[in-house]
């Protein structure tokens, strides 16, 4: 392979700002969607294809699927930059896209059938022998349309607007699709590898959730002991408490204190705790409970300590995958004023559902 801009190469970042930001104080703006998949850049030369993802690791082995679609519809000499993902109808599933990281050579095969991954463009790093590194996006995104003219799902080029009024309007409609907010990238600005350049605006909410358990910091220890992780959970319209997903960002100062502050909550009979049966099981299952073994914790210490499911916390999250937060959820403050059992799933925000056809711009997607 030889090509004008060649791999490792670490892909340009973005940096949180609140709210859709004003495109004048940047000297122009194009707004994105923000796609929830694996970043992945696409190195072309002939029949050689290859993916690395955001920290230069090869995914090439895990979608095969990908490569010849890549093979299908790119120019011979390209280097692309954009995001691998699987969608099941009308959304996006990112536990369905991790599941395709696998290491035998039969699952990924079956897998790549049974739930193919797609591949959407948002940058143009190189073309036949010229490098675009230094052009500005405006002049990148321009040639990036030529050459994606004609590409056919499962290969997506992402829709753009200069118009910040309809990027709001993508950043309420979008998650209905599973999409995670908009990128905002100066139309005058460099393609910069590793550098925050461009700006990211994602969902901020909050809920009040219940604390049932927590896990110990991997650095804790008898004459120190610190606290992990707390294991949060909402009552469901059946009554059972189930487990919504976990708060980790805490001083080391605040995970001794939180430590000592939570001893007198913790069940010594686990029997008489709503999660103590899962810690008898082995393998992962579907609601992801505490306790439970994945591939990817295979190794890891998954015990928790129970606690009485009483106390309420308010917590910071951005959106759902499922019945789960997607990511870590930010500890606001306490809630000594909610009642446990008044915490449940209706004060959740349910995105509207959205045709993610109309995200990729491509009605041919389910043809």
Known sequence: ???PVMPPVQPMLAKSVKGIPDPDKHGGLSFEPKWDGFRCLVFRDGDEVVLASRNTKPLTRYFPEVVEALKANLPERIV???????????RLEFEKLQERIHPADSRVRMLAEATPA????FDLLAVGDESYLDRPFAERRARLETELADVRSPIHLTRTTTDPAEAEEWFDAFEGAGLDGV???????TYQPNARTMLKIKHERTADVVLAGFRHHKTST???PLLGSM????YDDEGNLQHIGVSASFTEKRRAELFEELQPLVVEDLADHPWGRWQ???IANPDRVPGTQSRWSQGKDLSFVALRPERVLEVGYDHMEGSRFRHTAQFKRWRPDRDPESCGYAQLDEPVSYDLDDVLGNPDRKA
């Open 280 to 282: 008898e099981w082995a």
């Open 231 to 234: 294991l949060l959970g909402l």
């Open 80 to 90: 692309l930059d954009g995001e691998i993902f699987v969608a099941i109808g009308d």
């Open 222 to 224: 008898p004459e120190r």
């Open 118 to 121: 797609d591949y959407v463009a």
């Open 183 to 189: 990128v905002a990238k100066p139309l005058g600005a």
């Open 1 to 3: 392979m030889r090509l």
